[in-house]
T-cell receptor, first 115, second 119 residues
Framework: DSGVTQTPKHLITATGQRVTLRCSPR?????VYWYQQSLDQGLQFLIQ???????AKGNILERFSAQQFPDLHSELNLSSLELGDSALYFC??????????????FGSGTRLTVV | AQKITQTQPGMFVQEKEAVTLDCTYD???????LFWYKQPSSGEMIFLIY??????QNATEGRYSLNFQKARKSANLVISASQLGDSAMYFC????????????????FGKGTKLSVKP
């Protein structure tokens, strides 16, 4: 167990639907990062939150949104789902906003299948 | 823009032999961090080794070492004495936009190298 908890582990849903992926960071970590891993795009950075505030945005679609709550857990919301959104979604956490002290811890991922 | 290149989509190595996985990077930052991760077929991302741009010595962690050549912008992973359990995808990554006082710390990843260890 890495200390980063992602739920659910697997999710199957239909096109056009909306889903929420949840991430609880490792205890003491303030930063949360979301990544998408697909066969054609590889591992893509989506968004970073630090202590409740958005810190950086990557290749995140407008149909996707995220937030970090006061208890530091984070949720990634994916709406109007398309077949191409099928991917493995990772959450990672770090103590600080810059991942210093090489402290990134990854969760085991949520595998999303859109049918 | 910062970029990571892994030119070997797949590699084979005989058990107990050493193998080098290539990684080159492109950045204009003076301070940066380089990482290697292992992803077995089960899917989780496992941290292997880290090299800071100002570290004078190559990083080592057990059977893993990082051959860091700053002038050539390469950060190759060397696995000594390969084991069957080393069969996995290996990703090279760089911390993006990092500098003291900077605001973000996300990683950018290469496409990965699939390593297969033969018995």
């Amino acid at each position: 167990d890495s200390g980063v908890t992602q739920t659910p582990k697997h999710l199957i849903t239909a096109t056009g639907q909306r889903v929420t992926l949840r991430c609880s960071p490792r205890s003491g970590d303030l930063s949360v990062y979301w990544y998408q891993q697909s066969l054609d795009q590889g591992l893509q950075f989506l968004i970073q939150y630090y202590n409740g505030e958005e810190r950086a945005k990557g290749n995140i679609l407008e149909r996707f949104s995220a937030q970090q709550f006061p208890d530091l857990h984070s949720e990634l919301n994916l709406s109007s789902l398309e077949l191409g959104d099928s991917a493995l979604y990772f959450c990672a956490s770090s103590v600080d906003a810059q991942g210093l002290n090489y402290g990134y811890t990854f969760g085991s991922g949520t595998r999303l299948t859109v049918v | 823009a910062q970029k990571i290149t892994q030119t070997q989509p797949g590699m084979f190595v005989q058990e107990k032999e050493a193998v080098t996985l290539d990684c080159t990077y492109d950045t204009s930052d003076q301070s940066y961090g380089l990482f290697w991760y292992k992803q077995p077929s089960s899917g989780e991302m496992i941290f292997l080794i880290y090299q800071g741009s100002y570290d004078e010595q190559n990083a080592t962690e057990g059977r893993y070492s990082l051959n860091f050549q700053k002038a050539r912008k390469s950060a190759n992973l060397v696995i000594s004495a390969s084991q069957l359990g080393d069969s996995a995808m290996y990703f090279c990554a760089m911390r993006e936009g990092w500098n003291y006082g900077g605001s973000q710390g996300n990683l950018i990843f290469g496409k990965g190298t699939k390593l297969s260890v033969k018995p």
